[in-house]
């Protein structure tokens, strides 16, 4: 079973970046999907960024465009989201996350514990 141990989260002022980054436990990383979601207290889980295996393909939640980046390195079996010009309702708790089908949420299977990002205003 695949097991996905997220990091980088903190608290970083309006404007600023952080990058966190989501470790995987098993080889077979390279053939599944990974997306990075967020949920804020009260809401629901949103996607923010996907990427597929070989990393041709990634998506993007219009709110990040242009400000995140998501990327992957196979050889060591960990997804990054590289996030820039950090805005105040960026704040949720961060969540990688494994499918193979790479469709929306309820494909993915594996999921991390979730970092918490808090951005100051």
């Known amino acids: 079973q695949l097991q996905l141990v997220e990091s980088g989260g903190g608290l970083v002022q309006a404007g600023g970046s952080l990058r966190l980054s989501c470790a995987a436990s098993?080889?077979?990383?390279?053939?599944?999907?990974m997306g990075w979601f967020r949920q804020a207290p009260g809401k629901e889980r949103e996607s923010v960024a996907t990427i597929s295996w070989n990393g041709a393909r990634t998506t993007y939640a219009t709110s990040v465009k242009g400000r995140f980046i998501i990327s992957r390195d196979n050889a060591k079996n960990t997804v990054y989201l590289q996030m820039n010009s950090l805005k105040p309702k960026d704040t949720a708790v961060y969540y990688c996350?494994?499918?193979?089908?790479?469709?929306?949420?309820?494909?993915?299977?594996?999921w991390g514990q979730g970092t918490q990002v808090t951005v100051s205003s």
């Open positions: 098993e080889r077979t990383f390279s053939r599944y999907y």
């Open positions: 996350a494994a499918g193979l089908g790479g469709g929306g949420i309820n494909s993915y299977t594996y």
